[in-house]
């Protein structure tokens, strides 16, 4: 145990205007207090959870960071606990001058009831690895791994700020639209999660999974789409979500998987490719909101923007209605891929058309682009080694 504690003291639910608002007080060690909420439409109440498991996810990376114990003044799975005390342990071995192991103190050690059947939620962001995730379990694509998906949550508080609600409206328009021609339901819901937090890149598989886990009174497992596949987790580890320590977020009644990590996302794409609903609301680029406050469309020229195109294109699709305008082979080579996971996916994309024996200009146009992006991140590596 550690000297110092963080509180969490539940609030009872309240609804206003149709919309359920659930959430905790956060007490810190010097006694001042944070609010952790979630708010979504009072028609799924019956399908929160009455336990503080969300909460104990939400919050577990603030502990650690602040190497204080966590106090529930409410009930936890056990099970939760013992599979966090793993969690602690990775994350402690990747970052020890960040993170500490700490424990996690309840009022109450109560396993929850299973859900009845075995109905699976998402986290759908609307971008190529979501849709995947929902579209390979609908047409039953992964076998023996298919879960019944019926129904993806759009969150507002991650990309899309809690103080652009009209973005958030129509970037959820064209969520539902996709999820609902695979029959499955858009939940919306909003949090401040974010806001409370340190460090998004670490905290972000935790938080995805306290969402998830709010919604196991009605469902007996929540999806995680993966962002960087097994060939990458050398390259891109500690990473917050990952196929090493997101299902260290279950407990015995409610399980977190993360999906899809044999896929890179121009296989991904290829799979799907034919997609309508896809090819006319995919969403991935965060960059495309007006002044104004409204949101248009991707816009084209970001990094996300460009290589989804040349997955259209590997496809062997032309520009989908989703972007406005196709990008240059001059767009194409200039194309910086900031981070090591995404420029295996450039590295992919050739092997891809090489395999294929795709000798159009813009391959060429990418194995410049992947040559740079490598060097530069080459040299960031080791100036940041050597500091």
């Keep these: 145990m550690t000297t110092k504690q963080i509180h969490l003291w539940p609030v009872e639910p309240s609804e206003q205007e149709g919309q359920l608002t659930v959430g905790t007080y956060v007490e810190m060690p010097d006694g001042s207090r944070v609010s952790l909420w979630f708010r979504l439409p009072a028609e799924h109440h019956p399908a929160l959870t009455r336990s503080s498991d969300p909460f104990v996810l939400g919050t577990l990376f603030m502990a650690m960071r602040k190497a204080a114990d966590l106090v529930v003044h409410g009930a936890v799975s056990p099970s939760l606990i013992r599979s966090l005390a793993e969690f602690q342990e990775a994350w402690w071995a990747w970052k020890p001058k960040t993170y500490t192991r700490i424990e996690i103190l309840a009022d109450e050690l109560v396993e929850q009831p299973r859900a009845a059947g075995d109905r699976t939620i998402m986290m759908f962001s609307g971008g190529v690895d979501a849709c995947f995730t929902a579209y390979r379990h609908h047409h039953g694509l992964c076998g023996q791994l298919r879960r019944d998906v019926q129904a993806g949550i759009f969150v507002q508080g991650f990309e899309i700020p809690l103080n652009r609600p009209e973005i958030f ?13 695979l029959g499955m339901e858009c939940i919306p819901l909003a949090t401040n999660i974010k806001k409370i937090g340190a460090d998004w890149e670490d905290e972000h598989g935790l938080a995805l999974a306290s969402i998830l886990s709010l919604f196991q009174g009605g469902y007996t497992a929540g999806l995680i789409a993966n962002s960087d596949t ?46 309508e609903e896809m090819q006319r609301n995919l969403r991935v680029c965060v960059l495309g909101f007006r002044q104004d406050g409204g949101y248009e469309h991707n816009c084209c020229r970001c990094e996300k923007c460009v290589r989804t195109i040349l997955y259209f294109r590997l496809a062997g699709k032309g520009l989908p209605p989703a972007f406005e305008r196709d990008v240059s082979d001059w767009q194409v080579m200039k194309t910086f891929v900031p981070i090591r996971g995404k420029l295996n996916d450039v590295q992919d994309m050739l092997r891809m058309a090489h395999e294929l024996r795709i000798r159009a200009s813009w391959v060429n146009a990418l194995r410049v682009s992947y040559a740079a992006s490598n060097l530069r991140l080459g040299l960031k590596n080791v100036i940041k080694t050597a500091k």
């Design 169 to 181: 409206r129509q970037a959820e328009a064209k969520s539902r639209a996709m999820l609902e021609s």
């Design 230 to 275: 097994y060939y990458d987790l050398g390259t891109v580890l500690p990473w917050g979500s990952n196929q090493v320590t997101d299902h260290m977020g279950s407990s015995d009644s409610f399980a977190i998987l993360h999906d899809g990590g044999g896929y890179s996302r121009p296989a991904k794409l290829r799979l799907m490719a034919d997609w």
